[in-house]
């Protein structure tokens, strides 16, 4: 996916317009931020807080070890009969999948849900190799009809409405014209069975791969990635390296808080562990199975002061806690990973200069490391990357001079009592109430500005402590 992060500002404006968006925005990011607090404290609140501290706990202790995981999950999904190939970047990845493609004379792929797979532009390479891709995910899939790009971590069309996505398949796959969200579901999983069917090789992503036993496993609501990991002939899993964990019971408890987080369910609908390859008395599956680990500037973040970031278990909690997306939806952001975990994500692995609006889109209230279960501290990490930048000298030239004036007005008593005397003065003059001219009305065309007080704290406290004496 092309980066766009820059144009956040005039990408925001523009999505801050449509009503539309914002309505669906807002009825979906609403119904699972209130399922997640449902379920995450269904039987105390207390409950919930252990959880999420136990979770913490537990992926950042499995960072801390995270180049011997990567070393025993090499070691045991070998054993399980998984070829292992490792990308440095985007690139290397994608040449990885193409190889295995050429090797097996795939003409066909179909894929279950991968923000990776977005990350390194997957979909893009191989099609350019002149092979077929298919989005199986029913949200990959709209996606991928309408050749957009997704607006959220876990529910990819939370910007579409119902109405526009039977528009879309009335007219790129001839469905009948209904109103009924089941129909519409219904007839998009007849067309993809004959996908299923052809293909030659599936590929997936990874939620977690278990170290201990060399276990892929996958999180889902839909029964397509159970199709995708066993129907064709070849499975290939593209997994960032930050995904490894340790063992079977940090699993169970990840699983936990990640479907609670993410959809507000007590466990997702699926749940695949995958061990390797179909063995000789197993009824189906693949006869090959590769985990192409990929690096792409995570081991970059691992080495510094960002390396939480790698903590994050893409549960979208974050996204639906957010005030900023709410009102937006995801797109504005510019790149694969939106919201508050993209504004930090995304400068890491392209470099703050690229994406330099993302850190100040937040308010920094707090919500998403209140929201997310494994206590990343988003605020934080987003006040750094602000300072990163300043450092850079990647900042907007108005920004820096109004800061340079209000410093100097704040540190000096003449200039704080001239100030605030002129602006008093100024306001009285407006011929509009309460609308400030150009270049500060910005402020004023969308929040009514505040008149000053008629006396000002100084002039208050020096008559209050005449009438004492």
């Known amino acids: 996916m092309k980066l766009q992060a820059n144009q956040f500002i005039d990408a925001a404006r523009i999505a801050l317009q449509d009503d539309t968006l914002y309505q669906s925005v807002k009825k979906a990011t609403g119904k699972a931020?209130?399922?997640?607090?449902?379920?995450?404290?269904?039987?105390?609140?207390?409950?919930?807080?252990?959880?999420?501290?136990?979770?913490?706990?537990?992926r950042r202790r499995g960072l801390m070890g995270l180049p011997d995981l990567l070393e025993l999950a090499e070691q045991r999904l070998t054993e399980n009969g998984v070829t292992v190939l490792w990308a440095v970047d985007a690139a290397e990845a994608c040449a990885h999948v193409q190889q295995l493609a050429n090797e097996h004379g795939v003409q066909k792929v179909v894929k279950s849900k991968s923000m990776l797979s977005e990350e390194i532009g997957l979909n893009h390479a191989l099609e350019e190799a002149g092979i077929t891709v298919v989005e199986t995910d029913l949200?990959?899939?709209?996606?991928?009809?309408?050749?957009?790009?997704?607006?959220?971590?876990?529910?990819?069309?939370?910007?579409?409405?119902?109405?526009?996505?039977?528009?879309?398949?009335?007219?790129?796959?001839n469905m009948p014209l209904t109103d009924e969200a089941a129909e519409m579901a219904r007839f998009a999983r007849q067309v993809l069975r004959e996908d299923f069917l052809t293909a030659d090789m599936g590929i997936s992503g990874g939620n977690f791969v278990i170290a201990e036993t060399g276990t892929l496993c996958l999180a889902t609501n839909e029964g397509n990635a159970r199709m995708v990991t066993t129907m064709p002939h070849v499975h290939v899993a593209v997994v960032g390296i930050e995904k490894v964990i340790e063992s079977l019971e940090v699993y169970a408890m990840l699983a936990q808080v990640l479907s609670r987080s993410a959809t507000g369910q007590k466990m997702t609908v699926y749940n695949h562990m995958i061990n390797g390859p179909r063995r000789p008395d197993d009824p189906d599956g693949p006869e090959h199975v590769v985990v192409v680990f990929v690096d792409n500037g995570r081991s970059r973040i691992y080495g510094s002061t960002y390396a939480e970031a790698l903590a994050c278990i893409r549960c979208g909690a974050c996204l639906n806690a957010c005030p900023i997306y709410q009102q937006m939806g995801g797109h504005a952001y510019g790149w694969v990973y939106p919201g508050p975990i993209g504004s930090v994500v995304t400068p890491l692995l392209n470099g703050p200069e690229n994406a330099s609006p993302l850190p100040h889109a937040s308010s920094l209230c707090g919500a998403c490391k209140e929201a997310c279960p494994v206590d990343i501290d988003i605020p934080r990490m987003l006040l750094e990357l602000r300072h990163d930048l300043v450092e850079m000298g990647v900042s907007d030239i108005r920004f820096d001079v109004g800061m340079q004036a209000w410093m100097r007005g704040m540190t000096s008593q003449m200039a704080f009592m001239l100030g605030s005397k002129a602006a008093s003065i100024t306001?009285?003059?407006?011929?509009?109430?309460?609308?400030?001219?150009?270049?500060?009305?910005?402020?004023?065309?969308?929040?009514?500005?505040?008149?000053?007080?008629?006396?000002?704290?100084?002039?208050?406290?020096?008559?209050?402590n005449n009438e004492q004496s």
């Open 33 to 58: 931020y209130n399922g997640r607090i449902s379920t995450m404290s269904e039987t105390s609140p207390e409950h919930g807080q252990a959880m999420r501290q136990h979770a913490a706990y537990a």
């Open 139 to 173: 949200g990959e899939y709209i996606l991928q009809l309408s050749e957009e790009a997704p607006s959220h971590i876990v529910t990819p069309v939370i910007h579409k409405s119902k109405e526009s996505i039977r528009d879309l398949f009335v007219e790129k796959i």
């Open 427 to 464: 306001l009285r003059a407006l011929p509009i109430e309460k609308m400030l001219p150009r270049p500060l009305s910005g402020w004023t065309d969308h929040r009514e500005f505040p008149t000053f007080a008629p006396k000002t704290f100084h002039q208050l406290w020096k008559e209050r």
